[in-house]
């Protein structure tokens, strides 16, 4: 037969082990949430990654072949700083002549600083010798320059990116600009520089790169937006040959007098 003490330790008990499993319960929650908490170096990581690979302004060149060229953009990692930056090589070329880039940078991506409002610094500089980092990317490893090799080549500071988080339903990742002011440039009459980039959760990054003269004049880069660059198709090359576009003299003559992506 039960007494009363029997009902109050049974009920003791039970009390117990709900308790338990509440604080089990919170402490799985606990643990989920800090798993799923987004660290500034998990965003510089995640910048370095979406912007590497090979991608093309093909279809924008189809779109709009009066402004924009066919391009191909081509990033992958080269090495990584004592402080865990990312070091990227980059290079542009046009589709026809993938081996000759008319176009290469290093980026350093690394978190913005605690007081910023921004999440990731993206940083182009100048290299040293760009005739030893052609096709860097298309290279096997042991024929690419070494870490330390890079890390010395990293020369001259021309542009840094304040990027941040998109804001909920938009279509992007990240999205920035340089500074007020941009940076000092002195290509084709220019006295400095603007540089805007947007990273897509498609995979596509719009770049828009404008120099300006001491009055604010435009002097190089696109006009009407930024160019667009979507990954490149898992086939190679073959179906670039099909392109449609105008015979090889007159587009070289076009390239020469009206588009400039060089700093």
Avoid at 67 to 94: H, I, K, W
Avoid at 97 to 111: A, D, E, L
Avoid at 123 to 149: G, L, M, V
Avoid at 174 to 195: L, R, V
């Amino acid at each position: 037969m039960g007494t009363g003490s029997d009902t109050g330790r049974g009920g003791g008990r039970a009390r117990g082990l709900v308790l338990k499993a509440l604080v089990l319960f919170g402490g799985v929650l606990l643990l989920r949430r800090l798993r799923r908490s987004t660290t500034r170096w998990d965003h510089a990581r995640a910048v370095a990654r979406e912007i590497s690979g090979e991608k093309f302004s093909r279809e924008q060149a189809c779109r709009d072949p009066d402004n924009y060229f066919n391009l191909r953009m081509l990033t992958c990692p080269a090495t990584e700083m004592v402080d865990g930056s990312r070091v990227l090589y980059f290079e542009q070329a046009f589709w026809r002549t993938p081996q000759k880039p008319f176009r290469q940078r290093f980026y350093i991506v690394k978190p913005c600083p605690k007081e910023a409002k921004c999440d990731v610094e993206v940083s182009s500089y100048a290299i040293r010798d760009t005739e030893e980092y052609k096709n860097f990317c298309d290279r096997p490893k042991d024929q690419r320059p070494h870490d330390d090799e890079i890390i010395e080549d990293i020369a001259e500071h021309l542009t840094t990116i304040n990027l941040s988080r998109c804001e909920r339903g938009k279509r992007c990742l990240y999205e920035g600009s340089t500074s007020t002011g941009g940076f000092p440039n002195s290509w084709n009459g220019a006295s400095y520089c603007t540089s805007e980039l947007i990273i897509h959760k498609n995979g596509e990054v719009h770049t828009w790169d404008r120099g300006y003269d001491e009055e604010g004049n435009q002097v190089w880069g696109p006009k009407g937006g930024p160019y667009e660059f979507k990954p490149a198709p898992n086939s190679c090359y073959d179906d670039m040959i099909s392109l449609n576009f105008p015979p090889t003299k007159s587009l070289e003559k076009k390239f020469d007098g009206s588009f400039v992506m060089n700093e």
